[in-house]
């Protein structure tokens, strides 16, 4: 993770926002060790500390951040011969909309400072870690709009970059959606706020059961093109879908991207992000519950993050067993 500070996008909120990453850490650091980035170590660590995280499960790291979104410019891990490796993609802000001179480079500071033991390679291809969803078997779920997206590899079609994929994170297949978009979200329709993989050939997804809402119409097609996906033993997946949040307004009444499909699977629990919003965030709960079974189900405050734009699994890279020190 990377901390927000007054050289991101968060210095008008910063009171609001710190906590909602203290919180995340802290969650997650009951489960596993925390690696995090900051330009001031020190002003970090005092935060967490005050707000009660155990810090001998955070390690930071000295490093200048333009923003928080690690999910996509965070090393993306990959197993060769049961050996991680970390691949680190280009990262341009998301198809050359916002900064981020700092952010494309931090994986790269972190192995040089041995923050992270495996080989590192760095890869030309833009791809954001939000941009792909992996059930880790060969199967990459992806969106046309982000991955085919002009202003990140526009010198590749469609049949190339499947072939990118697998080559690079062992593809075997790769579903396409063709439709699904948030208002309000930068990524051109990151997989992660649509849909995801979870265990038992089963797949979660954001729904839409509002005739009025603006959204309904796309997200009708996005369940029909879900319906038709098979798993790799033939059967149609199993699909559980989401309720849909309460509309997000920022103070210029621009629609922000509220999504429960933006959870976060960790070891022994799921993290997903609630919106003050208690009968859907309720529900969601209670969905991602069912598909992750024997797992703990922790609920997060997340609707300080809309206000960029993004969620709780934007902020946050996983890093496999193998890869810390």
Same mark, same amino acid.
């Given at each position: 993770?990377?901390?927000?500070?007054?050289? @991101?996008?968060?210095?008008?909120?910063?009171?609001?926002?710190?906590?909602?990453?203290?919180?995340?850490?802290?969650?997650?650091?009951?489960?596993?060790?925390?690696?995090?980035?900051?330009?001031?170590? *020190?002003?970090?660590?005092?935060?967490?500390? %005050?707000?009660?995280?155990?810090?001998?499960?955070?390690?930071?790291?000295?490093?200048? =951040?333009?923003?928080?979104?690690?999910?996509?410019?965070?090393?993306?891990?990959?197993?060769?011969?049961?050996?991680?490796?970390?691949?680190?993609?280009?990262?341009?802000?998301?198809?050359?909309?916002?900064?981020?001179?700092?952010? =494309?480079?931090?994986?790269?500071?972190?192995?040089?400072?041995?923050?992270?033991?495996?080989?590192?390679?760095?890869?030309?291809?833009?791809?954001?870690?939000?941009?792909?969803?992996? $059930?880790?078997?060969?199967?990459?779920?992806?969106?046309?709009?982000?991955?085919?997206?002009?202003?990140?590899?526009?010198?590749? $079609?469609?049949?190339?970059?499947? #072939?990118?994929?697998?080559?690079?994170?062992?593809?075997?297949?790769?579903?396409?959606?063709?439709?699904?978009?948030?208002?309000?979200?930068?990524?051109?329709?990151?997989?992660?706020?649509?849909?995801?993989?979870?265990?038992?050939? @089963?797949?979660?997804? #954001?729904?839409?059961?509002?005739?009025?809402?603006?959204?309904?119409?796309?997200?009708?097609?996005?369940?029909?093109?879900?319906?038709?996906?098979? *798993? &790799?033993?033939?059967?149609?997946?199993?699909?559980?879908?989401?309720?849909? &949040?309460?509309?997000?307004?920022?103070?210029?009444?621009?629609?922000?991207?509220? @999504?429960? *499909?933006?959870?976060?699977?960790? =070891?022994?629990?799921?993290?997903?992000?609630?919106?003050?919003?208690?009968? =859907?965030? %309720? @529900?969601?709960?209670?969905?991602?519950? #069912?598909?992750?079974?024997?797992?703990?189900?922790?609920?997060?405050?997340?609707?300080?993050?809309?206000?960029?734009?993004?969620?709780?699994?934007?902020?946050?890279?996983?890093?496999?067993?193998?890869?810390?020190?």
């Amino acid at each position: 993770m990377s901390w927000p500070h007054e050289g @991101t996008d968060w210095a008008y909120m910063l009171d609001d926002i710190k906590p909602v990453f203290a919180d995340i850490i802290k969650q997650i650091s009951r489960f596993e060790r925390v690696l995090l980035t900051a330009p001031v170590a *020190a002003s970090a660590a005092k935060y967490l500390a %005050n707000a009660g995280v155990e810090m001998s499960r955070v390690t930071i790291h000295e490093i200048r =951040n333009n923003d928080t979104w690690a999910r996509d410019f965070g090393p993306i891990t990959v197993f060769f011969n049961n050996k991680p490796t970390l691949l680190d993609f280009g990262f341009n802000g998301w198809g050359l909309k916002f900064p981020a001179y700092h952010d =494309n480079i931090i994986s790269r500071h972190l192995k040089q400072r041995g923050a992270l033991l495996p080989n590192l390679n760095t890869i030309g291809l833009i791809m954001e870690g939000g941009s792909i969803e992996s $059930d880790g078997l060969g199967t990459i779920m992806t969106t046309s709009e982000c991955l085919l997206s002009p202003n990140r590899n526009p010198q590749l $079609d469609k049949s190339e970059i499947e #072939q990118a994929l697998a080559s690079l994170v062992g593809a075997k297949r790769v579903l396409w959606l063709n439709h699904g978009a948030l208002a309000g979200d930068d990524t051109d329709s990151h997989i992660d706020t649509l849909a995801r993989f979870c265990p038992n050939n @089963t797949i979660i997804y #954001q729904g839409c059961d509002h005739p009025l809402d603006e959204h309904f119409e796309q997200f009708k097609l996005m369940e029909q093109e879900l319906k038709s996906f098979v *798993a &790799p033993d033939g059967s149609h997946y199993r699909l559980i879908a989401l309720p849909w &949040p309460k509309a997000q307004f920022d103070e210029q009444a621009h629609r922000l991207p509220a @999504t429960y *499909a933006n959870f976060l699977i960790i =070891n022994g629990a799921v993290l997903v992000p609630t919106y003050r919003d208690p009968e =859907n965030d %309720n @529900t969601a709960l209670e969905r991602i519950a #069912q598909a992750f079974p024997g797992r703990e189900t922790i609920g997060i405050d997340c609707l300080s993050l809309l206000e960029q734009h993004g969620s709780l699994h934007c902020v946050t890279m996983q890093l496999p067993q193998g890869v810390l020190p």
